[in-house]
């Protein structure tokens, strides 16, 4: 038979039982923990960045990474410019070409119009002279095949393939946010940002991650993995991005606000890159300014392959003169 003695629970033992409850039952505040967790997969996400990745590592093996991204920034601006690009181009030539007699038309049918009369009010005259000056000049657009929204969708759809390729940087540096997540961190506060980053690069993996960014870089950013140390790096960027926004003067000349407007507000935009994107990989600035100079580059280019005549310019079509009417006197 068992003592009594072995039936009892020892002190020891309550109090540790009962410290442990009573510290369970107490509130605990709410902590943030960052654990090693492997990063969310998108199978959609991998699938559509399997081949720009497959093009870095190709281009990898034959040059280092300081290298490869320059080079792979300027292929893939040459393979949209030479497609799809070359086309826009095209026709916004033939739509500045068409401007002098677009707005000769406009200017006549406006004369025409005012001088029919019988408007109650100047703003009946108005609304009539804007419908009839846009029939026209419809049609006009419609017998040349020339439209801006070719030129509207090029520039569109550029900015999806273009943080495509960023994505694929981010994914390779293994950083904690896209392009504009570390843009934005600069409100948040750029040291917390860095820890955590830092941390979970060291607690993460992924397969598309490429430790040899760390010392392939070049200058004075030799590690592509970290922001600059030095933050000359964005302000490169930015200063390449407004001399690409302010040279670029693919627009017809117009007495509208609204072109003016948007060109210095993108101006505006590229002198705040420097100083947000202080806390984004040198790896990611290294294209985004590699993209910046390829398109500056093929812009060229396209200016020489499909140039847009300013202004009143020589006919290219060779005029043939129709022949003197003959005289009464000089008839058999």
């Not at 009594?4 to 309550?14: M, V």
């Not at 107490?26 to 923990?33: G, L, T, V």
Request: aromatic letters at 10%.
């Amino acid at each position: 038979m068992l003592s009594t003695r072995l039936l009892r629970q020892p002190a020891c033992q309550l109090a540790s039982r009962s410290s442990v409850t009573s510290q369970a039952s107490r509130p605990r505040p709410s902590i943030r923990a960052f654990h090693a967790s492997p990063p969310r997969q998108d199978p959609v996400l991998d699938a559509l960045l399997y081949l720009p990745h497959e093009m870095m590592a190709l281009i990898h093996t034959t040059a280092p990474w300081y290298a490869t991204i320059p080079l792979t920034a300027f292929l893939t601006r040459g393979l949209l410019v030479t497609t799809a690009g070359a086309w826009a181009r095209s026709l916004t030539a033939r739509y500045i070409g068409l401007h002098p007699l677009r707005q000769a038309l406009a200017f006549q049918k406006r004369d025409q119009v005012l001088k029919s009369g019988n408007f109650r009010h100047p703003k009946e005259a108005v609304v009539l002279v804007r419908k009839e000056v846009k029939e026209v000049t419809t049609k006009l657009d419609n017998r040349w095949n020339v439209t801006l929204r070719g030129q509207i969708g090029w520039t569109f759809a550029q900015i999806p393939i273009f943080f495509a390729m960023a994505e694929v940087i981010r994914q390779k540096c293994m950083a904690r946010d896209g392009l504009l997540g570390l843009g934005f961190s600069a409100f948040r506060g750029g040291d917390d940002v860095a820890s955590a980053s830092a941390s979970e690069v060291v607690n993460t993996t992924s397969r598309w991650f490429e430790p040899s960014l760390a010392n392939e870089g070049m200058l004075w950013f030799q590690d592509l993995l970290v922001p600059d140390p030095t933050g000359a790096l964005p302000f490169l960027v930015s200063g390449l991005m407004f001399a690409n926004i302010y040279i670029t003067k693919n627009t017809v000349s117009s007495d509208a606000k609204w072109p003016l407007v948007i060109r210095r507000t993108l101006l505006g935009v590229a002198l705040l890159i420097g100083p947000l994107c202080q806390q984004i990989p040198a790896a990611l600035l290294l294209y985004w300014g590699s993209s910046t100079s390829s398109v500056m580059l093929w812009n060229a280019w396209l200016d020489w392959k499909y140039p847009a005549p300013r202004g009143f310019t020589a006919c290219k079509r060779p005029l043939q003169m129709p022949p003197k009417p003959v005289t009464k006197g000089r008839r058999v």
